[in-house]
């Protein structure tokens, strides 16, 4: 037999009790209590993530709107008459959003020239397209490609808008807290 078993034999009474040490249970329910409170905690990594997402996304918008200022909105191409609706289509909203920026407000007529710019930039693409499809008329990859390079131009726009309203909203609501 080994000590261990000739010990636990010999203090065997000792070993045998019913009854855990005093406070036992007290700090058992102490701990249980605190494991069932939610602790809301906000991790700084996410909130990083969040502000450098909306930093990016209005650097981009200020350097679009110092960007195009004073061309053209977007060139007239000539497709194929099955398409041509399609791209008067999308023609008129662009220009449709082109104007709702330049009618928004802005804190600096500089970041609205480099928006305005930047979307500009965007038509390098729309460019070759365009001679793509001078070279090949009808080709109905070009036009997809045409229909996609309208799709995204809006969406971009189309999320500048929305920045620029939610900027200029929490502007007038930080004025009118101020002025209360």
């Known amino acids: 037999m080994s000590d261990l078993e000739k010990y636990i034999i010999e203090n065997r009474d000792d070993f045998i009790s019913d009854e855990p040490d005093t406070g036992h249970f007290d700090r058992f329910k102490s701990k249980l209590q605190m494991e069932n409170k939610p602790v809301r905690r906000i991790r700084f990594f996410r909130v990083m993530q969040i502000a450098a997402t909306f930093a990016i996304l209005l650097a981009s918008g200020v350097v679009i709107i110092k960007s195009s200022k004073g061309k053209a909105k977007m060139a007239v191409v000539t497709v194929p008459e099955q398409y041509q609706e399609t791209n008067n289509?999308?023609?008129?909203?662009?220009?449709?959003?082109?104007?709702?920026?330049?009618?928004?407000?802005?804190?600096?007529?500089?970041?609205?020239?480099?928006?305005?710019?930047?979307?500009?930039?965007?038509?390098?693409?729309?460019?070759?397209?365009?001679?793509?499809?001078?070279?090949?008329?009808?080709?109905?990859?070009?036009?997809?490609?045409?229909?996609?390079?309208?799709?995204?131009?809006?969406?971009?726009?189309?999320?500048?808008?929305?920045?620029?309203?939610?900027?200029?909203?929490?502007?007038?609501?930080?004025?009118?807290?101020?002025?209360?």
């Open 89 to 180: 289509y999308y023609i008129h909203q662009v220009s449709t959003r082109y104007d709702e920026i330049e009618s928004l407000n802005f804190s600096d007529e500089e970041e609205k020239e480099l928006l305005l710019k930047e979307l500009q930039a965007m038509d390098s693409y729309y460019q070759e397209l365009l001679v793509d499809l001078n070279a090949f008329p009808g080709d109905e990859r070009v036009i997809s490609a045409l229909i996609k390079h309208y799709q995204m131009k809006i969406l971009v726009m189309d999320q500048i808008i929305e920045q620029l309203k939610q900027f200029n909203q929490a502007k007038n609501d930080n004025n009118e807290n101020s002025n209360i």
